[in-house]
């Protein structure tokens, strides 16, 4: 869960602007851009447990 909490704090405004990007293309261009929404999570998710450990802080790279 730190994982999810470390990426969030990190890139809070990122994933706000790809909500806000996808919102305004469904407004303007067509519906279908909001099934997009469903893979934010799938990515956020992944993001999380590759990049921060276990206690939120970002893995040293390698």
Known sequence: ???LR??????KWVWAFF???IAIMAISVSWFFLL???GLPVSFCYFA?????????EKADF
């Open 6 to 11: 470390g990426l969030w704090r990190d890139t």
């Open 19 to 21: 909500v806000g990007f």
């Open 49 to 57: 447990f590759i990049r921060y450990d276990e206690h939120g802080n």
């Open 1 to 3: 869960m730190e994982q």
């Open 36 to 38: 997009t929404l469903a």
